[in-house]
């Protein structure tokens, strides 16, 4: 028999800062293409463990694997590079910097030319910097921003900040993306377009996504599995069915609607 072997793996990993346990003892297995959420009350430590499965903090205790590869103790940036995009719960993007741009930026940090060429002005520079423009363009036409390629970043409107984001995240070329309340502050229409492009964008790109998301009936609509953090520590795992009618997580919402 043949076992396979998972996307990401998650092995009773943990980070203290201070007195306080942000994550502990926290085991998650992520399969090839799968969608699924990470959710729990607030300060249950769902942002620490994105802030750990990309290297900003190392875990004190446990092993992260991708793809069967140690990750701990990796930086950021190599982190990326191995396969692992994110969104952040509050918008980072280059707001100065135009909708282009920003894509590009995170292109470059991939990119295949090397200082030399770039110093230089050589000629691999300039075709490495085409080949970069257009795959920018690319994205930005599945996520319908091509209007506003050279508009500032800071002048979208909120729903397509986030929308820029997202597009910023896979120009890394990512296996795992994480993505961190990406709804938070949009409208019902916003909302459900944006589900519909995480679902069309990981059939797309062939993304694995972990989606950390406090809109209940989106997670339960969208995600095929659920884990569920509470102060830090892995109190359920299931579908949503399991998930809604599981007590431990209905008392740690203590009243928050779970439906
Ligand atoms: N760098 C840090 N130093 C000290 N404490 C931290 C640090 N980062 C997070 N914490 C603490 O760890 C706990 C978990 O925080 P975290 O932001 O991961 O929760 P969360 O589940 O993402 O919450 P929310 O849903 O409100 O965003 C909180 O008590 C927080 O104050």
Known sequence: MTTKTPLLKVDSIGIQFGGLKAVSDVNIELNSGELVGLIGPNGAGKTTFFNLLTGVYEPTEGVIALGGEKLNGLAPYRITRKGISRTFQNIRLFNELSVLDNVKVAYHSLAKHSMVSSILRLPSFFSGEREMEEKAI?????????????????????????????????????????????????????????????????????????LIEHDMPLVMGVCERIYVLDHGQLIAQGSPEEIRNNPKVIEAYLGEEVS
């Open 138 to 210: 690319e994205f930005l036409e599945i996520f319908k921003l091509e209007p506003y390629l050279h508009e500032k970043a800071k002048n979208l409107p909120y729903g397509q900040q986030r929308r820029l984001e997202i597009a910023r995240a896979l120009a890394s070329n990512p296996k795992l993306l994480l993505l961190d309340e990406p709804a938070a502050g949009m409208n019902p229409q916003e909302t459900h377009d944006l589900m519909n492009l995480i679902g069309f964008i990981r059939k797309k790109f062939n993304l694995t996504v972990l």
